[in-house]
């Protein structure tokens, strides 16, 4: 028996090639299906933008193949998808899941996001999971949710577009009602504004130079669309103000917003500057009641938030090994007893071949005497088995069985169904 | 028993001030139960306490008062979750309490039962008033502290561990409206017993003060309401008048010194 995770990560693979890996929720079944028929008894796919990996049970020699066939095919220009990828195995296949249900794996350190995804994985995978990764998968979600509640690793921003939404936070509280104004279309704007909307603002308005890219982004996010010269009077409603432009130069002035600040009636006002170069004048933030925030300044929080996650990360190891060994010794103890089922049948065939043989020879005994010797033997192997067959399920419990396993194999020729 | 009592307060007060106040200290956050948990057996023990006294004098209206202090800082942490108003208020409760027991305190039986029921609801009433301005002189000042960080940046631990702008800004709002009344029925409960049962008008000192009181906390409040001041310009108004009261209070003891009357 084993475990194996054959994929692709963000330390491994460039974006260009995870996005080719990324498996839809409706492509995971076949994908499963495809790669179990290569020879494992049980598998999940775990894919999100950051990774791909295929967490297998029992996996057989043929499986690598499959794996890296099946990721290769979505590549072009023969490229081979093993050579962005990884394999992991047993212990350390179980350490890798709970790191990355933890978010110790992440791109940003402690994320929740991928808490779901795991849940999310699992759940697709359900039917072709086995007994084994369905264990794997529910401890993994339990692990991730005690590292986050026994550590910080979680606390704080430690991205920008989270860092956005700490900095609106501590000046409105409760996010949600507050009015967002999206001024320009750039990515992190976009990304930023996914990140306010999920705390419950409403991006009311988006602005952009050409109208037809404010009209495309405002019906995604159920807004109204304006040119930039319209957006200055609305900065007298507004509460937030993402700006993300391509403008070479400030245009956001203080003339601008000074002139509708006076409309606000004391209430602040948050600008985050996400564009480089920056889209609004230093001189804004001096207004009373304007915070304005750039990237660097956003930067400075997630950086933040990210030392002290780091600071976290001993005692989230300490807690995911401590986990390792409890399902490892679960795991051995599985493999354990089967194991040792047919070591002893081993023996005791052994044992009734050789009574059987003495029997013949010594025909005058009697048949109580017979009995004797055939009860003898069995208490005579009883005997010998005692010791190593302790000394196994104790080495299970302590999650070494799976060891002192393959060792009782070598030596005794066992080729029970565990061999993979 | 009034020592022992108000000694136990002070030391559950300390302990859950301390706990609540620690990650300021870089220590791990306290789970919220048992800072709000110690601060109310405090409470509860403190209150026993008061039961026992005569409200006359000063020690035990700094007593009411710091009782004051604790509950209104347990409920800006159950309603608004404004922890950090334990900065003020843990250590101007606690040496509200010390200085009453320093002045001393003694059981009152005779007074409570020669005034009856309207001077400890005019105590009652106008230690809460003055407590609810002093919680909004406490959030302002957070306000402002809050206000020159995110302004200038800082992202701290002001800027992690207190509330954020607005919320700070709304319990001085709620302070403000709340003390208001408060202060209000006080005053004239105060006027009324003074008529009622000396037959005259309350001394120039109690007048002077109660209403000067009344007048600072009654601007506060218009300024807010009906000119809508929010923010920097509304804490402003909460420290200055809270100042006002405050130096008023101090000069007319000067005045007239002693610790048998509050004024």
Redesign the interface.
Known sequence: MSIAILGVNHRTAPLEVRERFAHAPHEVPEALTRVLAAGASGGVLLSTCNRTEFYLSEPKEGVPEAVWGLLGARLSGHRSAEQYGYTTRDRDAVRHLYRVSAGLDSMVLGESQIQGQVRDAWETSRPQAGPVLHRLFQSALLVGARVRTET?VGV?AASVPSAAVA?A?????NLTGRSALILGAGDMAELAASCLVGEGARVTLVANRTYERARAIAEQLGARALTLEEAWGFFAETDIVLCSTAAPHAVVTWDRVARAIKAR????LCILDLAVPRDVEPAV?QL??V?L?DVD?LQ??AG?AAAQRRSEIPAAEGIVNEEVDRFWAWYGGLVVVPALREFRERLDAVRAQEIERALRRFKHLEPEDREQLDQFSRALLNKFLHAPTLALKEAAERGRGYALLGALKELFGLEGRDDS | MLVNLHLAALALYTVSAVLALAPFAGARPVARGWTVGLAVLGAVLHAIALSQLSFAGVAPALSLLALCLVVLQVCSELLLRATTVALFTAPLAGGFVGLALLLGLAPGAEERAGRGVWFILHVSLSVLGLALLALAFIAAALYLVQFRELKAKRFGQVFQLFPPLERIDHLNHVALVAGFPALTIGVLIAIGYAIRYAGKMPDAAQLVWGSFTWVVLGWTVWVRVARHWAGRRAAFASIAGFAAVVLVYAALKLAQPGVQRFL
Request: glycine fraction near 24%; hydrophobic fraction near 30%; aromatic fraction near 14%.
């Open positions: 910080e704080g900095v936070s501590k000046i409105f509280g009636g004391g209430r602040p933030g009373e009641n915070f925030y300044d400075a929080v933040q």
